[in-house]
């Protein structure tokens, strides 16, 4: 279990996030390091595996991609070893993440794991999404700059930095010690030693990106085949103009998509894909029937939630009470009202079995919530 010691997250929300960087001085006390260098390279080999390997030698930068089978021709010179969404494949890791439960889940995207050596790490960048870097093992030189326009270079292939900043952070950071860096703020980690860093990334989509994703989302459930229609059409001046009015009428039919309630579905959609689902899968495809799941409890199965389930809630109002909409994987899941707080203490829970199912005073929604929540893909019966 990690416990970050961050007292006062308020001040921490309204003085820091998306604001200003910020150095915290063991924020895990006692910091002990839930994977090794050894396992991080375990993880760089595997062929799903987001990894790359960043060096410099004699001032010659080089990025080169995972997976890796040799170590050897990469790691040359100063150099890091960089693994993504290291929270997918070791509980520990995923425990660390989930220290952070102060930011609302759907903006966490995942955990980075660097390796450093000595001198190593990536060169002055800017990164566009908020970060929080926890130290592991080893020591590193952090800068930060201010946030305006620094000068972009490209070193090697997909490697961006920026030639430098002066900085307004210069600190080295010690095991257990935590520095958030906001979106624009150009930093430089330097390692002092061998060292580990963890890398706790969000998201935050562009226009661009919403659009792209409505628009699929739109497709793949054959939506908003409304036509444009006029049976109160004008006569103009000249053939070749489009009204204002014409336009503001397409605006609207825009506006009508954004306003219905499938925007909020896309949302939820959007935000609970997962690498393992389908994207706009089809209605659940239910594996699991309600008596497998209770003989699974009845012989002492244990169900663990998928490291990388994905849980959105929303909280809607109707007929004047508030419900709460939830979603797993992209598929939704709803109780009644009254259900709704065993169901939000099922999705907080570490795992679920029969001895678990003792602390609800219903049983027989237990083993409904559980049904859906395996049958949506989130959780799994650890056989
Ligand atoms: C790291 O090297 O661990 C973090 C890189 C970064 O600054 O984004
Ligand atoms: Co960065």
Redesign the pocket.
């Known amino acids: 279990m990690y416990k970050l010691n961050l007292p006062n997250k308020h001040h921490f929300l309204t003085e820091h996030w998306q604001k200003k960087p910020i150095v915290i001085r063991n924020a895990f006390p006692n910091f002990a390091d839930p994977l090794d260098e050894h396992e991080l390279a375990g993880l760089a080999q595997e062929e799903d595996i987001d990894s790359r390997i ?1 060096s410099k030698k004699q001032g010659v930068w080089s990025n080169t991609q995972g997976p890796f089978s040799d170590f050897t021709p990469y790691c040359i010179g100063d150099w ?1 070893l ?1 693994v993504q969404s290291v929270d997918h494949y070791i509980p520990e890791v995923k425990m660390l993440l989930d220290s952070f439960d102060f930011i609302p889940n759907w903006r966490v995207d995942d955990l ?3 390796y ?1 050596v000595a001198n190593g ?2 060169g002055p ?1 800017i ?1 566009q999404y908020d ?1 929080f ?1 926890i130290q592991g093992q080893g020591t590193r030189r952090w800068q930060v700059g201010a946030n305006k326009h620094h000068e972009s270079i490209q070193p090697a292939k997909n490697l961006k930095q920026i030639t430098g900043f002066d900085p307004i952070i210069d600190e080295i950071l010690e095991p257990g010690d935590l520095i958030y ?1 906001p979106p624009g703020f150009p ?3 330097v390692a002092l030693t061998s060292c580990l ?3 706790v990334g969000f998201r935050a989509p562009t226009q661009r990106e919403l659009l792209d994703g409505f628009v699929d989302y739109a497709q793949a459930k054959n939506l908003f085949n409304q036509r444009y229609s006029d049976p109160d059409i004008s006569p103009r001046d000249s053939r070749f103009e489009i009204k204002a009015s014409e336009i503001e009428k397409m605006k609207s039919m825009f506006m009508q998509m954004i306003n219905s309630v499938h925007f909020d579905d896309f949302i939820a959609t959007y935000f609970t894909e997962t690498k393992d689902v389908d994207m706009y899968a089809a209605d659940l495809t239910e594996n699991y029937s309600l008596n497998e799941i209770i003989n699974l409890l009845d012989n002492g199965v244990i169900f663990q939630r998928k490291l990388d389930t994905r849980v959105i809630q929303q909280k809607l109002r109707i007929n004047d009470k508030y419900q709460t909409v939830t979603w797993v994987n992209q598929h939704r899941i709803n109780v009644e009202i009254e259900h709704e707080n065993m169901l939000l203490s099922m999705l907080n829970a570490n795992y679920l079995d029969n001895q678990e199912k003792n602390n609800y005073a219903n049983g027989l929604i237990f083993n409904q919530i559980l049904a859906r929540l395996v049958n949506a893909g989130g959780w799994y019966p650890d056989i």
Do not use: A, K, R
């Open positions: 960043i890091s960089l980075m794991v660097s450093s790490g990536v960048h990164d970060v870097i860096i930093h430089n980690g860093n963890y890398s």
